[in-house]
Structure formats: C-alpha cells, structure tokens
C-alpha cells in the first residue's frame, strides 16, 4: 500500500502518536502535557509542521490549535484525562455520522469491511478492559465522566 508508481502523499510525513494503529487518548494527552512546546520545521515532504522535541512525534497547526483554544483546550484536557469520556463522544458522532449522515452528504456509505484486503489479525489490539469498571461504577451511581459541562459536546 503506498508504494505505487503515482503514490504520493500531502507532504505531512510522521506520526501523530507512538502507536499509530492503537485506539487510545494519547493525542489528548501530547496536546495537554506538550502543546506549547512543539517546534515549528519543514518536514520531509517540503512542508511546515510541529515537532514534538521529545519525542520527534507531529503535529499540524490545526491540531495544536485546540490547545490554544480557550474551549477546546477544557476538551483536549477532559479527553487526555478520561479516555472513556473520549471513547463514548467519538462513538456518538461516528454511529451520527454513518447511519444518520449528518449534514455532509445524501449518498453516505459505509465500507464492508469484509471488503478490505486487511490482516486484522496483526492489528494491535487493547490489552486491558478500559469500560468494566467505568460502567460498574456509573450503573451503581458513582463516579461518571466528566463534570457534564462538556456531555455530548460533539452532538
């Protein structure tokens, strides 16, 4: 994949976070703990960009953009602190988005899967159950996500 005579890219190159493929609140987390730290460079696609100096991850401006968002900067925090909180809004707005079509467009589709030429078997996969005790404590009436100021923020 990529490898094509016609391949290339938006001159973007590098990664976002240690485990590219791994579903997980990192992002929040770099943003929260290193936003005012990234350094402006040209990257090796010939483009301007955010290096993180500690660990060479990237960034784009739009991306450190929530962070100096007054706003955004209470979401990006909420989301580095409580990953389920993340996990719960992304899938409210993923499950609107393909079977509601938001306002985007009339001719949504989602992709089988079974239609992807993908070895799921060598994606990395969580290896702790991040919602059993969340939702144990949230059905005994305990500790919920978030303050609420934010609940359902994205929809």
Excluded at 18 to 32: A, S
Excluded at 74 to 79: A, D, N, R, T, Y
Excluded at 120 to 147: A, F, I, N, Q, V
């Amino acid at each position: 994949i990529g490898r094509g005579r016609n391949t290339f890219s938006s001159g973007i190159e590098g990664a976002w976070t240690t485990y590219q493929f791994q579903w997980d609140n990192e992002f929040f987390k770099l943003l929260r703990d290193n936003g005012r730290d990234y350094e402006l460079i040209t990257g090796p696609g010939g483009l301007y960009q955010w290096r993180n100096p500690y660990n060479n991850l990237m960034m784009m401006t739009t991306d450190l953009a929530l962070y100096f968002d007054d706003d955004y900067r209470e979401i990006v925090h909420l989301f580095a602190e409580d990953e389920y909180e993340l996990d719960r809004q992304f899938a409210a707005v993923w499950e609107k988005l393909t079977t509601n079509g938001g306002q985007w467009s009339d001719n949504k589709f989602c992709i089988n899967a079974d239609e992807l030429d993908l070895d799921l078997d060598e994606m990395p996969t969580r290896k702790r159950d991040y919602y059993g005790k969340r939702r144990k404590e949230e059905k005994k009436g305990g500790k919920s996500s978030g303050d609420g100021k934010y609940k359902n923020w994205l929809w």
